[in-house]
């Protein structure tokens, strides 16, 4: 049940002033959660400070802080939680600032899909318009019809895959990635990237989330990498629409790899082939890497919404961290991203074993 008005308990009086707008917050590397035997949760850092017990409020917005968000994400997601609060706008700010006075908030830190500390944030329009239109036709759809195309454009793209590679001559998964197309990178970097986002927008608006924004990460201030911002997907409830809004991109990923196969099958040799084929290797190659439950990646926040705990993944692959998932959750994460690690060895050993043989 979600109360009236927030409760901003925390175990010391709060600040008078803090969280300028856009600032990024994040709690530090280090900071866990420990829940008492009475209900009670308590921050505690490995830098010494002294216990912080925080509730209510405090409490629920624990996995935002922990992932890394913004003032303005966070004031948004207890406005749509707490419709009738009116004392959001002065306790926020001062619950941060309490938080950073102790020492437990990391300066100018990162986002979940925002890249890492550090980056540089290039802001491109907002896709939500876009995408609220489309989530609005699909919802049309007859849940029933929707299914079976899905699982008929599935059907086809297995089909597309399995013919590219029964070609003749029969070509090596290792000669799809190596055979470089500067057609098909073109068609990597510009249309499937910024569709496996859309992916991501468009499910997120099917769940009833909007989403924030949108733009291009600078890792490091080189490498570009293009995100949506769904912070606004913790006001979703259900489990299934947020594993949907993870997998969306993937989705995205593995109908377009069907797609391209089958141009590459349909053309004969030239530079189209060769780029279709280049976009079937580099839509498979990006989908392996990119539901890997190891990193941040849209298969840990899968897995994550499918356990129900934002922290799993943390609590499950680095001691000291998020002390607040439970055994059932760690075990299951681990076992798996054992399962991935296994697949993705056994995979890896098949490839280079069959490239081998060829000399
Ligand atoms: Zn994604």
Known sequence: MVSRTPDWRIDAGTGSAGGEPGTAVRLRDGVATVRRARGQVLLVSENGTPPLRVSGIGE??????????????????????????????????????????????????????????????????????????????????????????????????????????????????????LAFSPAGLAILLLMVLPFHEFGHAVACRMAGAPVVGAGVTLYRYVVPKLYVNNTAVYRVAGRGPRVWIALAGPLVNVLVAGAAAWVAVATGDGWVEEAARYV????????????????????????????????????ALFRGRSHLSIQPVIYAYRLVCALYLLAFCVGSGALVAGSLSRF
């Open 280 to 315: 079937v290797a580099g839509c498979l190659v990006t989908l392996v890497l990119g539901i890997s439950p190891l990193a941040a990646s849209d298969g840990s926040h899968a897995l994550e919404a499918l356990l129900d705990d934002d922290l799993a993944r943390g609590a």
């Open 60 to 177: 629920e917005l624990l996995p935002l802080l922990a992932e890394g968000t913004t003032l303005e994400a966070l004031t948004e997601y207890l406005r749509a939680r707490y419709p009738a609060a009116r004392d959001i706008e002065p306790k926020l700010p001062a619950f941060l600032t309490k938080l950073r006075s102790v020492g437990l908030l990391s300066e100018g830190a990162s986002q979940r899909h925002r890249g890492a500390r550090g980056d540089a944030h290039i802001p491109l329009p907002n896709p939500d318009p876009l995408a609220r239109q489309l989530a609005l036709l699909l919802r049309h759809l007859p849940a029933d019809a929707a299914r079976v195309a899905l699982v008929l454009a599935l059907a086809a793209t297995l089909a597309g895959i399995v013919g590219v590679f029964l070609e003749t001559p029969r070509p090596h998964p290792f000669d799809l990635v």
